[in-house]
């Protein structure tokens, strides 16, 4: 239970600071990604704003054996930079500058997004449901290649 | 507040605070094992913006664009991205960058591309958004 209640808390913060930040304004979120346009630069500070903190706590994190509630912490993060990485992550930025949202704020906006934060999210959903089919179909081409 | 919950989540709970690992968790069922933390983190994140709203006094907007097409498009997009990528902005970006990974610096690097390259493409070059 107490492992839920932290869950609700975590993401109630996650989504409180999306919200305050902008990060749920598709406007600007668009406005930060047009770097050769009319950019906005703020939604830099708030990344800054949320890096400083965590890196901190990955400090601490390094000096303990477990987390709070007793479960282990996460181990070391993988090197390889594969082309799931890769064309995973220019996917995701295509679809982040098309319409500016990105995970967390789709959900956060979620009761005031109308049918248009609506229609994104099933879609993101559907997108969700069909990734490890597509990411099989990717692995095969890759060793294709090679 | 972002890097708060990152923070919280991490040294209380043990978990790297990712949006689309969480959600996408649940829904190719690959993190089946804990979808009750995972529902609880995903109806916070529903939650509490809904409850702030109201007695945030700047009007909050997210100016999504009306066109169906570009919204679908793009939220395939995102979903099949982030889950090949295995990460996004919270999982890759923030927790990743915060604790110098390799692979969350190179994601931020290629997602900013991607974005970058499709409001020039979109919005400069079509004018569709």
Known sequence: ?146 | MIGAAASFYLLGSGRVMGASGIIGGLVDRSGWSTWAERLAFIAGLAVVPALLKPVYNVPVVTNITDNLFAIVAAGLLVGIGTRVANGCTSGHGVCGISRFSIRGMAATVFYLIGGGLAVIVFRHLFEVI
Do not use: Y
Not at chain 1, 75 to 98: C, I, Q, R, Y
Not at chain 1, 103 to 120: D, E, N, R, Y
């Open chain 1, 1 to 146: 239970m107490l492992r839920n209640i932290f869950g609700f808390i975590a993401g109630g913060l996650f989504g409180a600071g999306l919200l305050v930040s902008g990060m749920t304004n598709t406007r600007k979120v668009q406005g930060w990604l047009d770097i050769f346009g009319d950019w906005d630069p703020t939604l830099a500070f708030v990344l800054g704003g949320a890096i400083l903190p965590t890196a901190i706590a990955w400090n601490i994190a390094s000096r303990r054996a477990k987390a709070m509630l007793g479960n282990p912490l996460p181990g070391k993060p993988g090197t390889e930079v594969d082309h799931n990485l890769m064309l995973g992550s220019l996917m995701f930025g295509a679809g982040w500058g098309l319409v500016g949202l990105c995970p967390g704020p789709a959900v956060a906006s979620i009761s005031w997004g109308g049918i248009g934060g609506l229609v994104f999210m099933f879609a993101m959903l559907a997108g969700m449901l069909v990734a490890p089919a597509f990411r099989a179909r990717l692995n095969a081409v890759a060793t294709a290649i090679r």
